[in-house]
């Protein structure tokens, strides 16, 4: 059953600092449980600049034995998307089999938000309980809080856990310029990281996003199930 989104725009907000400052403490801090065993990791779409680094997240799961399964989406490249055969080859060249990878489909307009749907059917559709979304560095915050979204609108916040995942090596370049959001925007990881936040606070504020609040409780209940 598909939940209502609730209308209170300062409930829905990120809009103050110590509740910004709270989510980003806790997101960067949040971790896969030792000794969990995660049903699959999800790589979320990025344009042909970034799509290498969500599969170098991805691949760093599955080489630990901490992910059977690496599910990726074959959404038409025209909304910037590099395109699943990118992907695929990206996962084949570091040693994923085709028979561990799974491709689910978005039908409509493709953004973060969107993309999550045909996850979170795949999930109820296979008894999945535990999953990792992967992203690039600078999105993977907006990545999981638009997966803990869609998993609380379309009633799975009890019963799907989301974990981010995360590979933020002292090496990372931050500087790197690339294209972002279908290519619409290009700029350095730094510059991009601010972007994802500022879109966070308006996308709460319009109600495309759970409330600070919400997300919060979320990973409380989800660590202690």
């Known amino acids: 059953m598909v939940q209502e989104k609730p209308h209170d725009l300062q409930e829905q907000s990120f809009a103050s600092a110590e509740g910004f400052a709270e ?3 806790m997101t960067g801090k949040d971790r896969i449980p030792d000794g969990l065993i995660l049903d699959a990791v999800y790589v979320f779409t990025l344009t042909k600049d970034a799509q290498s680094e969500g599969v170098a997240t991805a691949v760093d799961l599955y080489r630990q034995g901490r992910a059977s399964k690496v ?3 074959d959404m038409s490249t025209e ?3 590099c395109g699943v055969a990118v992907v695929k080859k990206l996962l084949a060249d570091s040693g994923v089999p085709e028979a561990d990878i799974v491709t689910v489909t978005t039908d409509g307009p493709l953004n973060t938000r969107t993309e999550t749907v045909p996850l979170l059917e ?3 559709a ?3 309980k535990n999953i ?3 992203s690039a560095p600078y999105h993977y915050r907006r990545a999981f809080a638009s997966a803990v979204t869609m998993a609380i609108e379309h009633g799975q916040g009890d019963t799907l856990n989301i974990w981010p995942a995360k590979n933020l090596s002292k090496e990372y370049d931050w500087k790197r310029m690339k294209a972002h959001s279908q290519g ?3 700029g350095s990881g730094i510059t991009l990281t601010k972007t994802e936040m500022d879109r966070m606070f308006a996308y709460a504020k319009k109600g495309d996003m759970q409330p600070w609040s919400a997300i919060k409780q979320y990973m409380i209940d989800r660590n202690h199930r």
């Open 132 to 134: 990792a979304v992967a």
């Open 79 to 81: 909304t910037g998307y």
């Open 184 to 186: 619409s925007l290009v």
């Open 23 to 25: 989510f980003l403490e």
């Open 71 to 73: 599910i990726v989406n």
């Open 126 to 128: 296979n008894n999945i």
């Open 122 to 124: 795949y999930c109820a």
